[in-house]
Nanobody, 115 residues
Framework: QVQLVESGGGLVQAGGSLRLSCAAS????????MGWYRQAPGKQRELVAA???????NYADSVKGRFTISFNNAKNTMYLQMNSLKSEDTAVYYC?????????WGQGTQVTVSS
């Protein structure tokens, strides 16, 4: 059973930074599609940053130039570095992986940006 566990969320002032981590229970990131999504209250879950199985990275227009997705395969961990945070970045952030034809989601971590 694949498990994804996010950490690193919290309360930060506008303009600040946070780094989210997503630890996987096994080596599921390498060569598979994975990424970060977020869901704000009353809104649908949306893509923040993702990497295709072919290694192509895609960012939402709203976070380009501010957020960076990265990986440490030795630690089975995916990261999302978030800089220049805005109040509109407030949401629950989820990590995701598509592995062996199944979708896996973490439990989510809350990010709150105060203006």
């Amino acid at each position: 059973q694949v498990q994804l566990v996010e950490s690193g969320g919290g309360l930060v002032q506008a303009g600040g930074s946070l780094r989210l981590s997503c630890a996987a229970s096994g080596s599921i990131f390498s060569g598979n599609a994975m990424g970060w999504y977020r869901q704000a209250p009353g809104k649908q879950r949306e893509l923040v940053a993702a990497v295709s199985s072919g290694g192509v990275i895609n960012y939402a227009d709203s976070v380009k130039g501010r957020f960076t997705i990265s990986f440490n395969n030795a630690k089975n961990t995916m990261y999302l570095q978030m800089n220049s945070l805005k109040s509109e970045d407030t949401a629950v952030y989820y990590c995701h992986s598509f592995f062996r034809w199944s979708n896996y989601w973490g439990q989510g971590t809350q990010v709150t940006v105060s203006s």
